[in-house]
């Protein structure tokens, strides 16, 4: 009888925790396009992650999700796999560091943002990832450096 408790228990705690796959759309060919990972908790399922594909099954965009808002890590990738995107989310924002690549992988352009908007100074860079231009989004043009963002 305590063995049969002991799993019924275990059953229910896991089957509380446990991450639902969902694959909300699919190519004509049958591979997925977008797959939603959820939990649950009280009783309603809640997004946790999301990853869209390629049709050819690569990888296009990844990320994590908290309060059903972006939040996290998030990268994107070229058909081809090599990194296209990646950059930091809170609460549905880019905030931080973020970082494109060029198609060949060598990075394109790196700055900061705060709340969805870019500030201080971001780096350009050229397909051999020489530094060709820079811009400090601080200095937003007719506008005095104490009114810009800070």
């Given at each position: 009888?305590?063995?049969?408790?002991?799993?019924?228990l275990l059953?229910?705690?896991?089957?509380g925790?446990?991450?639902?796959?969902?694959?909300e759309?699919?190519y004509?060919n049958?591979n997925?396009?977008?797959?939603?990972?959820y939990?649950?908790k009280?009783?309603?399922?809640?997004l946790?992650r999301e990853?869209v594909?390629?049709?050819?099954?690569?990888?296009?965009i990844e990320?994590?999700?908290?309060?059903?808002?972006?939040?996290?890590q998030?990268?994107?990738?070229?058909e081809?796999g090599?990194?296209?995107s990646?950059g930091i989310?809170?609460?549905?924002?880019?905030?931080g560091?973020?970082?494109s690549y060029?198609?060949?992988?060598?990075?394109?352009?790196?700055?900061?943002?705060r709340?969805?908007?870019?500030v201080?100074t971001?780096?350009?860079?050229?397909?051999?990832?020489m530094?060709?231009k820079?811009?400090?989004?601080?200095q937003?043009?007719g506008?005095?450096?104490?009114?810009?963002?800070?």
């Amino acid at each position: 009888m305590n063995r049969i408790l002991l799993v019924a228990l275990l059953v229910a705690i896991t089957s509380g925790c446990s991450r639902k796959e969902v694959v909300e759309a699919t190519y004509a060919n049958g591979n997925p396009k977008v797959v939603k990972y959820y939990h649950k908790k009280g009783g309603e399922l809640l997004l946790d992650r999301e990853v869209v594909y390629y049709e050819n099954k690569q990888k296009k965009i990844e990320g994590e999700y908290l309060d059903e808002l972006r939040d996290g890590q998030w990268k994107a990738w070229y058909e081809n796999g090599t990194i296209w995107s990646e950059g930091i989310y809170k609460e549905g924002k880019r905030n931080g560091i973020g970082i494109s690549y060029h198609a060949n992988g060598k990075k394109y352009i790196e700055g900061m943002y705060r709340d969805d908007i870019r500030v201080g100074t971001w780096h350009f860079y050229d397909t051999t990832g020489m530094l060709t231009k820079e811009v400090d989004f601080d200095q937003v043009p007719g506008i005095p450096k104490e009114d810009s963002i800070q």
